[in-house]
């Protein structure tokens, strides 16, 4: 089990570096009022790195309101 979630880990990685190499050409970006230009390839690792944080984060704030008692207390 353990050599397969390193070849599906490898794979995945290979994969998004072929992905950035790739696409290294200055792309505009709109984000709310702001119009920056950057290269492809540091809008596609800041977008991945975004992903990754937030898929971090969100178990963190599943597991927090898990034990919560419903508004009015647990006797009414």
Do not use: D, W, Y
């Amino acid at each position: 089990m353990n050599k397969a979630k390193l070849i599906a880990i490898l794979v995945l990685a290979i994969a998004l570096g072929a992905v950035v190499i790739q696409n290294r050409a200055p792309v505009q970006t709109h984000f709310v009022f702001i119009t920056v230009e950057m290269p492809h390839i540091l809008l596609l690792v800041l977008t991945a790195g975004a992903g990754f944080c937030l898929g971090l984060l969100v178990p963190l704030f599943a597991r927090s309101g898990a034990g919560r008692q419903p508004p009015g207390g647990a006797g009414n």
